[in-house]
């Protein structure tokens, strides 16, 4: 039973527009929320992270919305670049422990 | 150079022998983990540990064993009896809330 999810495993955005990229959990004990980007054959390099007391977090280009009660996160890219194609995962913490579980990704291409 | 290591990148063992992944951090981090990749199933958890000599099992630990005898050094065995080894396994470590990882190692099983 897979308690983060990522429904949509590729996404494709023209150069310049906005992605949005969705995460979806299950488990309200859920306290501590990361978004990756990972390339082929590499580790994911961490991107932006939010706590469960905020709604949103801002960096840059990057910017992640956690809205606890339908129990979803997303990641709004602006404005997406070539260089964003990769598989970008979300985590998520579980209160009180050392567990993070990751989604199963979401393969973004970036067109110029 | 500080960071997180894995070695080796690329392995490849014969079925039924164990191997052993080496992941080394001398960033004196507490908490180090490890984690499975395989195509569309995500990173799925293998074992953490939060202190040297104590570890705890992730979702799939069945087949793997790790140790923490030094706080820099978080190795995994893939045994034998894990059924499909075959796969990307990534070695991390924790700051804050953040987890940070290694650049992972590829193990083929033939």
């Known amino acids: 039973d897979q308690q983060v999810k990522q429904n949509s495993p590729s996404l494709s955005v023209q150069e310049g527009r906005i992605s949005i990229l969705n995460c979806d959990y299950t488990n309200s004990m859920f306290d501590y929320f990361l978004w990756y980007k990972k390339y082929p054959a590499e580790g994911p390099t961490f991107l932006i992270s939010?706590?469960?007391?905020?709604d949103k977090n801002e960096d840059g280009r990057f910017t992640v919305f956690l809205n606890k009660s339908a129990k979803h996160l997303s990641l709004h890219i602006v404005p997406s670049q070539p260089g964003d194609s990769a598989v970008y995962f979300c985590?998520?913490?579980?209160?009180?422990?050392?567990?993070?579980?990751f989604g199963t990704g979401t393969r973004l291409k970036v067109l110029a | 150079d500080g960071g997180i290591t894995q070695s080796p990148k690329y392995l490849f063992r014969k079925e039924g022998q164990n191997v052993t992944l080496s992941c080394e951090q001398n960033?004196?981090?507490?908490?180090m983990y490890w984690y499975r990749q395989d195509p569309g199933q995500g990173l799925r958890l293998i074992y953490y540990s939060q202190i040297v000599n104590d570890f705890q099992k992730g979702d799939i630990a069945e087949g793997y064993s790790v140790s923490r005898e030094k706080k820099e050094s978080f190795p995994l065995t893939v045994t034998s009896a894990q059924k499909n080894p075959t796969a990307f396994y990534l070695c991390?470590?924790?700051?804050?809330?953040?987890?940070?990882f290694g650049e992972g190692s590829w193990l083929t099983v033939v």
């Open positions: 985590a998520v913490q579980t209160s009180g422990t050392y567990k993070y579980i």
């Open positions: 991390a470590s924790l700051v804050g809330n953040t987890i940070y």
């Open positions: 939010i706590s469960s007391i905020k």
């Open positions: 960033l004196n981090h507490d908490a």
